[in-house]
């Protein structure tokens, strides 16, 4: 019964992997033979996971593509290995959460996208953590109450939009 077992799950396996099979890789390198990137084509388009890489063999970058199309998170490194942003795509737009990081690993801005514009909020933030500023975007434009930080948590400003447009300032003096 074991062998059945197992060869059930080979053939499930290998009918699973068929995609990834069918896929031609594509690697350029660097002029020294380090790899400077590679792709997954299926069908003449991109398919899978692509990556690029730093000279020095890090990872760069990495996503997800469906024919053709970005779909899925996007990462970026930085020449040290350090994650700098996530952007998450669907069908070649952005769709869902951003996140971009400080040096330190701490994040530095995140927002949401909806159909490849900024939609909701938005949060900045200092390499300490610190809140600095957040507001709402409405289909790309910035619209409401927008608060602005010093990096010491104080209430520097409060700004309101309307349809992209600055209407109004007050200063503030509270501490968050």
Known sequence: M???????????????????????????????GG??????????QLNGLSKKYFENGTLMGEESYINGKLDGMMKRYDEKGTLRAEVAYVAGKRNGTATLYHENGRIKAQCRFKDGEVDGTVKVFSPDGVLLGEGMFVNGVREGTTYLYTEQGKLRFIDVYKAGRRVSRKTGTSER
């Open 2 to 32: 074991k062998k059945i077992g197992g060869i059930v799950v080979s053939i499930f396996f290998c009918v699973a992997m068929a995609d990834v099979c069918e896929a031609e890789v594509i690697r350029f390198f660097y002029p020294g």
């Open 35 to 44: 790899i400077r990137s590679e792709y997954m084509l299926k069908d003449g």
